[in-house]
Structures are given as structure tokens and as C-alpha cells.
């Protein structure tokens, strides 16, 4: 008998901000595969016989390869079992679901997708912000800022990134935002151009930090610091 995986999104990191849906297939599950932001009490949903496995792949650490965690939900899956692989925010955003789609596919595998609050929407909605503003952001651009060897992707649409009338936020991104900062100022992005830098949004560790473009590309360079982050940046709303 084939199994069935439920691809969830497990929001940013509260909780209270999982989808009913997502509770109910996490209470349903004989095994989760979750991501490093996708823990913690997020997992309390499961059942108490749920196998829980980690195969979080946070920047700067080691982690399984991503042919490991396709091989290890299909095997899973293969089994018989129901299957939760919860990743963090939406899974669809910078999560690596194309991957793991394609891996279900080839193996004969049914599967469905489960949305969930990306961080950059909560990020937003902590910030007391809308990311769209009528008139002044008409546009919103989300981009990761490293690539696959964890430097600023080479391919990136720059002059779309400095455009001041839209809200860009940039995942991934504290350690390259000095670089991106330098090439949109080059490009004719203002300095002070608002931005914002959201970090462990909606976890115990939140810091929502008002700035600008120049400055925040500064403080980064001095001191990245840990937690996942997102930077915003544009015609940004006052709180
Ligand atoms: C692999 S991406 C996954 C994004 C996720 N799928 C989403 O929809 O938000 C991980 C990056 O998302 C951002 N991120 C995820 N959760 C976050 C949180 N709670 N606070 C701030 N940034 C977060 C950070 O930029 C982090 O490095």
C-alpha cells in the first residue's frame, strides 16, 4: 500500500498561526519530517506515536543533503504510511518543494500542499505594516539573498531591486545585504531609503528594527547575528 504526504506550511514560527488544516494532519501522521523552523512547539501537534525526524537545513551548519530528505520521504511514504513533511513559512517560498515534488512524483507517490503564513507576511504584520501601500508600493518582490554557495546570487534582477516604488523583502539575506546594498545604491537606490530588519518573527526572540537602507547595510557588515531574518525594504509604512 502507498502512503500519502501532506506537504504543510507551519507559518513562522507560533503556533497559533498553523492552519486548522495543518493541525489536523500533523494530529493524522505517522511521521514528520520537519525543518529547523518548523520545531519546536509546532510539533506538540503530532500524535504520540508519530515518528519525528529532523532534516533542518539551516545556513552555516550541516545538514542532510537535499537527495537525502527526497530519498527519506519517499521511503517513508513507500511504507505506507501518512506523512507530514512540515516546512517552514509557506513551503512554496525558497522552501526546496520543487525537489521533494518532483522525488514523489517518480516514485508514484500522492501528495497535496498545505499552505502556510510565509514569514514575510507575519513579518509584516508585527511590524504593524501593510506590504502593499496605494500610490507608493503598488509592488512587492520577494528574493532570497544568497544562492546555492550561500554568496549574493550573480543573476539577480538589480534594477527591479532598486526600484523605489516597490517593497522588496529579502530572505536569507543578512549576510550578502552589505553587497545588495552597495549595488542598489550604485544603481541609484537611495541610502535612506527605509528598511526594516524582522527577525525570529513571531517566536519569543522577535526584534523588529526600523532603519535605513545605508545604515542597516552597515550594522549587518558589524554584527549579522543569528536568528533567521528577513530585510525590507522600499516605501515602507511608518509603524
Ligand atoms: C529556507 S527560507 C524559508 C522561507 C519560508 N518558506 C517562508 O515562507 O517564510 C528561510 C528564511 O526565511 C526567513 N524566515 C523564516 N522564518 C522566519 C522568522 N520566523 N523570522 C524571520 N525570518 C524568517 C529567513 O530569511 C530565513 O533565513
Redo the contacts with the bound molecule.
Keep these: 500500500m502507498t502512503g500519502f504526504v501532506s506537504f504543510v506550511g507551519s507559518g513562522?514560527?507560533d503556533p497559533e498561526l498553523l492552519t486548522l488544516k495543518a493541525v489536523d494532519r500533523l494530529k493524522r501522521a505517522d511521521a514528520v519530517l520537519f525543518d529547523d523552523?518548523s520545531s519546536g512547539p509546532i510539533l506538540s501537534h503530532a500524535g504520540p506515536g508519530a515518528d519525528l525526524i529532523g532534516v533542518g537545513k539551516r545556513?552555516g551548519r550541516p545538514s542532510p543533503r537535499q537527495h537525502h530528505v527526497s530519498r527519506l520521504l519517499v521511503d517513508y511514504a513507500a511504507d505506507g504510511g501518512r506523512v507530514v513533511r512540515l516546512?517552514?513559512?509557506?513551503?512554496g517560498?525558497?522552501?526546496r518543494l520543487e525537489e521533494e515534488l518532483v522525488a514523489l512524483r517518480e516514485a508514484g507517490i500522492p501528495y497535496e500542499i498545505v499552505p502556510?503564513v510565509?514569514?514575510?507576511v507575519a513579518?509584516a504584520a508585527a511590524a504593524g505594516i501593510p506590504l502593499t501601500r496605494r500610490l507608493t508600493a503598488r509592488r512587492v518582490q520577494f528574493v532570497t539573498g544568497h544562492d546555492v554557495t550561500g554568496t549574493l546570487p550573480t543573476d539577480i534582477d538589480i534594477g527591479a531591486l532598486a526600484d523605489p516604488a516597490a517593497c522588496t523583502v529579502v530572505?536569507?539575506g543578512k549576510r550578502t545585504f552589505p553587497d545588495l546594498a552597495e549595488t542598489l545604491m550604485a544603481r541609484g537606490l537611495p541610502p535612506e531609503t527605509p528598511a526594516m530588519l524582522?527577525?525570529?518573527?513571531?517566536?519569543e526572540h522577535q526584534r523588529i528594527t526600523r532603519s535605513t537602507v545605508g545604515a542597516l547595510a552597515d550594522s549587518l557588515r558589524e554584527a549579522p547575528g543569528d536568528l533567521?531574518?528577513?530585510i525590507f525594504y522600499g516605501p515602507l509604512a511608518d509603524a
Design positions: 513562522p514560527g523552523l545556513a516546512k517552514g513559512g509557506d513551503g517560498l525558497f522552501g502556510g510565509p514569514s514575510a513579518a530572505y536569507m524582522a527577525e525570529g518573527v513571531s517566536t533567521p531574518a528577513l
